[in-house]
């Protein structure tokens, strides 16, 4: 169970900082900065730089992402952005568009 | 996520602007502003440092700034709130501590006094979020000092912020608190509409 | 309240001027003016004043115009119609209460929360 939920009627405009799990299914625009998982649901607008230590995309993301573990880009979620992650999944049907930098 | 909800979690803080139309329930921190069509609730231990308007608003934390709720505002006994209330309807229980100035009456005058309020200082969050982007990102300290930026423009703020719908003259800082101008005989200076009518004999 | 060491002012009586006293004053009628009590003073539903007031203890009923303080404890009740400023280390405000003007209390912010910032 997330700690934070970012609801799916909700902007945010800034950044969010914490050491909790996330969830966004609503819109964040700024920066995202996470101790724990950060889930980008379906249907999420994200544009944001995100940094984790899981980062799971399911909706839409433009912004780079550190994850410290492993970045998972799920079946209808689309990625405009650089990933960097020492384990990173792209499943069959995402789009992704940027650099990938596994060498952490 | 079956209930529609948003909560920012106790170890989450928010700068920023958060709006939407679902309740928000804030248990970490959040500074900047908040606009909601609906309910706000600042949770014990939680601390919100920004201009809300809302419909309604639970506050059992920590609140700074001033407030615009259409519907209720509950401050319940662990409430610690600083600043202007406009609310047709303010329930205060035994043990809250608050200052400020509260208004039951034109809450849209109160609205604009808020949005013109903040439409003239710099947009805080985000100020914040351009400034941070640029060190290296490290998650801060769940209550961190508050940015230089924001502390700067604090000190050069002026102190007092005139009454919510009263008379305003060009404010740009950030939105202080009101300060306590100690008007002798106060009696009558602030009084409602309501109270004018009833000043019959019996 | 009933207590034969109460005051009353009657709902057909008008006080102009300065009520002091350490008895508990009940009001019903009107006063306008200074009240300063080292005791409990009670506005009843119907009971108007428009004073400038101080006492250890308030309970608001009616229509009040004034600053109030209160030593101990001051309590704005459903019927109450309040405006002015008021100061207490305990406030109370029932629903349905109207109330205008400011509230002066002692909030203690926890450590990083200035009123300057927000």
């Keep these: 169970m997330a700690n934070t939920v970012i609801g799916s009627s909700i902007v945010v405009d800034g950044e969010i900082s914490g050491e909790e799990p996330l969830v966004i299914l609503g819109t964040v625009k700024g920066k995202v900065v996470a101790a724990g998982h950060v889930s980008v649901e379906a249907g999420a607008t994200v544009e944001a730089d995100i940094e984790g230590q899981n980062v799971t995309v399911g909706g839409k993301l433009t912004g780079n992402v550190t994850a410290r573990e492993r970045l998972e880009l799920r079946p209808e979620s689309k990625m405009i952005g650089n990933a960097k992650a020492p384990r990173i999944v792209v499943a069959d049907g995402a789009t992704f568009k940027g650099n990938v930098d596994m060498d952490v | ?202 | 309240m009933a207590s034969e060491d109460t005051c009353y002012i009657g709902s057909k009586t008008t006080v102009r001027g300065q009520v002091s006293g350490k008895q508990d004053l009940v009001v019903e009628g009107r006063i306008e003016g200074y009240v300063g009590l080292e005791s409990h003073l009670t506005v009843e539903e119907g009971g108007t004043v428009e004073a400038d007031v101080e006492a250890a203890v308030a309970t608001l009923r009616g229509e009040v115009r004034g600053p109030v303080t209160a030593q101990r404890s001051l309590c704005v009740e459903a019927s109450a119609r309040v405006a002015g400023r008021l100061k207490a280390p305990t406030i109370t405000i029932e629903d349905g209460a109207r109330f205008s003007g400011e509230i002066e209390m002692d909030v203690e912010l926890p450590a990083g929360v200035t009123p300057g910032n927000g």
Excluded: C
């Excluded at chain 2, 170890?11 to 928000?24: C, K, M, N």
């Excluded at chain 2, 500074?31 to 920004?50: F, M, N, P, R, Y």
């Excluded at chain 2, 939105?175 to 101008?181: N, Y």
């Design chain 2, 1 to 202: 996520m079956a209930d529609k909800e948003t909560v920012i979690g106790v170890e989450t803080r928010v700068s920023g602007e958060i709006r939407g139309g679902e309740d928000l329930v804030v248990k970490g921190r959040v500074d900047g502003k908040i606009q909601l069509s609906h309910a706000l609730t600042v949770e014990k231990g939680a601390v919100v440092q920004a201009d809300v308007d809302v419909r309604s608003l639970v506050v059992s934390g920590t609140l700074v700034g001033n407030t615009v709720a259409s519907e209720s505002v509950r401050l319940l006994a662990s409430a610690r709130v600083v600043g202007d209330l406009a609310s047709p309807r303010l329930i205060m229980e035994a043990g809250a501590a608050y200052r400020g100035r509260v208004d039951m009456g034109d809450i849209e005058a109160a609205r604009a006094a808020v949005a013109s309020r903040a439409a003239a200082k710099p947009a805080v969050g985000r100020t914040e979020v351009a400034r941070e982007s640029l060190a290296p990102s490290r998650v801060p300290p769940r209550v961190a000092a508050p940015p230089k930026t924001a502390v700067l423009a604090a000190k050069a703020a002026p102190r007092f912020v005139a009454p919510a719908g009263g008379e305003k003259s060009g404010e740009t800082g950030p939105a202080s608190p009101p300060a306590f101008p100690r008007v002798a005989g106060a009696v009558g200076a602030v009084a409602p509409p309501w109270a004018k009518k009833k000043v019959r004999r019996r």
